[in-house]
């Protein structure tokens, strides 16, 4: 029905004349990708992995509403919305606090990139795979790497925190609140007044925990905090939220050299997000307008749920899965429900099972993704994301029953 399509054939247009196109003729020399000429082919999957988690309709749409000028003030406009809706979030007061053009990733890199600078010491809390990400990149930057280290599911007690810091004497100490590789949520209450005891910032990474686990920024004494928009956030991937108190401020804009990214450079960012207090905001690089659209929606989304009814609600639906899963006979990888993160819940991997083949019978049989671990997790447990939009008990009870489906299909043989 759409000859054009036909008629584009990659092997067609290299040799065909009737279009005019010789091959002597052209300075094209690669032809067309067959692939380009067939439609976009995105199949539905239900996203229970540790993200990123489905969008809901609402968020999607906002997603692809016409695209206005990065820099036309009805843009400005909505990214101060954001800029609300994240001091919501995060319940701080800040006023640096803006979103990252890019994943969780970024928002890691420019805090590191913005408040370290080469040589100066920095304490990382390892107790999964994020720990691991943010020792490498604050490495690669040049600064003086000290580690906490735990195995995954492992936690640290404020006074361990504690003796590292009047060890290593860092500039900042990183801790992970939900760390998505082992299904923990992490203790922050006093961490941040220790940090400040020892003249040291602490940075907290909430990209897996944002609106599932209860977290508050200014109240914890957190200095830079961030998040990203795909999991319990449920906006597509590609922009990631992220604040800075007055100390983190004081420290970064106060350095003796420029960060090594222009492009995560916080002078040139806070004024793209309207935050420097100068007049006129000039330009630094073209934001991802329909990625900003749909991280407003979900920021709407939250306010209007509101965030302490988001917690419960994460909270009573994981606990309802936790209890299915027991009854599965399957174990859940942290003992201590205090300490389970509700947006990802981790089993250890039942005996008898290869986990590969579970997430592979369970994605073909009942197009659902779980995961497998992360980094020093891998081979340890298997990961469950009921995020967001994700999270309800319908949604669990499809869980649970994939999962049991998959044990009575995948038992290795003792052979
Ligand atoms: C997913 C995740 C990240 C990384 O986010 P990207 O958007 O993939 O860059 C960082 N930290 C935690 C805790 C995560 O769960």
């Known amino acids: 029905s759409s000859p054009s399509v036909n008629d584009l054939g990659s092997e067609n247009l290299a040799r065909s004349t009737k279009h005019g196109v010789h091959r002597g003729m052209s300075s094209v020399t690669i032809p067309p990708p067959a692939c380009m000429l067939r439609p976009l082919e995105a199949p539905f999957r239900y996203l229970f992995g540790p993200g990123p988690s489905n969008v809901p309709p609402r968020v999607l749409a906002a997603g692809g509403r016409p695209i206005i000028g990065h820099m036309h003030s009805e843009m400005f406009g909505i990214m101060n919305d954001i800029k609300k809706g994240i001091q919501y979030a995060f319940q701080t007061s800040n006023n640096m606090t803006?979103?990252?053009?890019?994943?969780?990733?970024?928002?890691?890199e420019c805090a590191l990139f913005n408040i370290v600078e080469p040589g100066e010491?920095?304490?990382?809390?390892?107790?999964?795979?994020?720990?691991?990400?943010?020792?490498?990149?604050?490495?690669?930057?040049g600064a003086k790497v000290h580690t906490l280290v735990k195995t995954p599911g492992g936690h640290f007690t404020n006074a361990e925190i504690e003796q590292a810091l009047a060890k290593h004497k860092p500039v900042l100490f990183f801790l992970t609140h939900g760390e998505s590789s082992a299904g923990l949520v992490h203790p922050v209450d006093g961490v941040g007044d220790t940090c400040h005891k020892y003249n040291c910032l602490l940075l907290v990474d909430s990209v897996a925990s944002l609106g599932a686990a209860p977290l508050l920024m200014d109240q914890q004494n957190i200095d830079i905090l961030y998040t990203g928009s795909q999991k319990a956030l449920n906006a597509p991937p590609g922009t990631a939220p992220i604040s800075f108190s007055e100390r983190a401020c004081h420290k970064m804009f106060n350095r003796k050299t420029k960060p090594v990214s222009y492009l995560l450079d916080m002078t040139h960012l806070s004024n793209y997000w309207g935050n420097d207090g100068k007049p006129?905001?000039?330009?630094?690089?073209?934001?991802?307008?329909?990625?900003?659209?749909?991280?407003?929606?979900?920021?709407?989304?939250l306010a209007e749920t509101g965030l302490e009814n988001s917690w419960k609600h994460h909270t009573e639906v994981a606990e309802y899965f936790w209890k299915g899963l027991e009854d599965l006979g399957l174990k859940l990888f942290i003992k201590d429900k205090d300490l389970r993160l509700p947006s990802v819940t981790t089993i250890a991997i039942p005996e008898g099972y290869n986990w590969k083949e579970l997430l592979a019978y369970i994605m073909k049989h009942h197009?659902?993704?779980?995961?497998?671990?992360?980094?020093?997790?891998?081979g340890m447990l298997l990961r469950i994301g009921l995020m967001?939009?994700?999270?309800?008990?319908?949604?669990?009870?499809?869980?649970?029953?994939?999962?049991?489906?998959a044990l009575k299909q995948c038992r290795m043989s003792k052979a």
């Open 98 to 108: 803006l979103a990252m053009s890019g994943s969780g990733h970024t928002a890691m």
């Open 121 to 141: 010491s920095v304490l990382v809390a390892i107790n999964g795979i994020w720990g691991e990400r943010v020792a490498e990149i604050a490495e690669r930057m």
């Open 280 to 301: 006129e905001r000039t330009y630094h690089h073209t934001g991802p307008v329909s990625g900003f659209f749909a991280l407003r929606e979900s920021l709407a989304i």
């Open 367 to 378: 197009r659902i993704e779980f995961a497998g671990g992360l980094g020093p997790s891998v």
């Open 388 to 405: 967001g939009y994700n999270c309800n008990k319908a949604n669990a009870a499809m869980a649970l029953a994939a999962l049991e489906d």
